[in-house]
């Protein structure tokens, strides 16, 4: 099925996951939660209205299965891999599809604040959906519902350092699970201007989209007619975030990443730093020049998060705005705590925003793109450009889709993992060289596509 990806599920809403299937799903995973000694998992939502019918029916499969259910609400992410780092007797489940639009939901089940994937989980659960059965009557799981957001809060201020100065910040929750940032915010020692706080699974003001330059116009101008220090945009599940600079402007996940690497390596001197291959190479330069070792991966949470404790790494980061900090915390990707190590590392520089960005390594990149292709297309367009660029002897790294080191630059064509697109971007030293990488990378990729699109058609 479609709709079991790399490292979650998900789908339009009902068609392609609605209560029916939900209900199979928690039966197969709470079977085979049950028989590794799981007693009970966690349960959340986001704010999608799709949300309550599929927690129910998934919960009533897991407790169909033996499982006790403890209904923890309408919650961001990161608080289900927080309880799951915590109590490690139970899993996790989170209700969500993060930043897709509305139509879309889908389930996130996680263990030890880490996030299962295909190979290790729904894969198992796809083959089982119509082979399990409910147990007996005297064996079913109990409902519960439980309230842990107050002590997450308390535990992630616990583990951030007071800014050193005053500053003032917008947070646009993006109508989504980060509705409490402004509390969190605000307790850390931050003035904070709220931004679509109320949770509204319509998302009516923009896509909860870190990556979508139209997720930024609400906080851009709050910025601006507030005069803040910078601006945080939180997607819907809270576990991506992007930054405004003080003059309204968009910094990028590669900015991003760096200011919070600076900060990690002041911490953590000689660390690796994961990275993965969208990743600008002004990244791993300034990890490098600061002492640190970048350790490049493909990109997927559940990739990502392997590979920091693999490699013992105190920080990795994602363009689309997944950070994971591993020195003062977990080590998964939670967005309310990587807003607040970033506006810490602000406060530190002494300088505004848009300077410290300024000050970073900088090559000319496109922003990432996206082009709609089949699900069972756009793996194939991929190994058809891996196999051109390797015939005509390129530089090729295949980790994740096909990345092409140039001496004038790179390019990636990658498969999403979470839609029915390819993924591209190309970064060059100068304007010019980039016009011509994005050229070439578009072109290659409409014609690997028609002709794809073609046999398929004359099958």
Known sequence: MDIFRAYDVRGIYPGELGPELALRMGMAYGSMASSRGIGGIYIGRDARLSGPPLLAAFSSGAMAAGLDVADVGLVHTPLIYWLTARDRSREGAMITASHNPPEYNGVKISYAGKAYHYGNLYRDIESSLGSTSPLPWDRAGRALREDHLGEYVDDVLRRVDRPERALRAVADSSNGSCWFARDVLSRAGFTVIPVNPEPDGRFPRHVPDPLREEAYVDASEAVRREGADFGIVFDGDCDRVGFVDERGNPIGGDAAAMVLAMDVLSRRPGSKIVLNVMMSKAVSDLVRSRGGTPVMVRVGHSFVQDSLEAEGAAFAAEISGHFYLADMYYGFDDAMYAALRFGVSLSRAGAPLSELVSSL???????????????????????????????????????????????????????????????????????????ALVSRMKSDVEAALTHLEHGTAQR
Do not use: Q
């Open 361 to 435: 390594p900088r090559y000319y990149s496109s922003p990432e793109s996206r082009i709609s292709c089949p699900d069972e297309l756009k793996f194939r367009v991929v190994e058809e450009l891996r196999r051109k660029y390797e015939g005509e002897g390129l530089n090729v790294l295949a980790i994740d889709g096909v990345r092409v080191d140039a001496e004038d630059g790179w390019w990636i064509v990658r498969a999403s993992n979470t839609e029915p697109a390819l993924v591209m971007r190309a970064e060059a030293r100068d304007r010019r060289s980039l016009d």
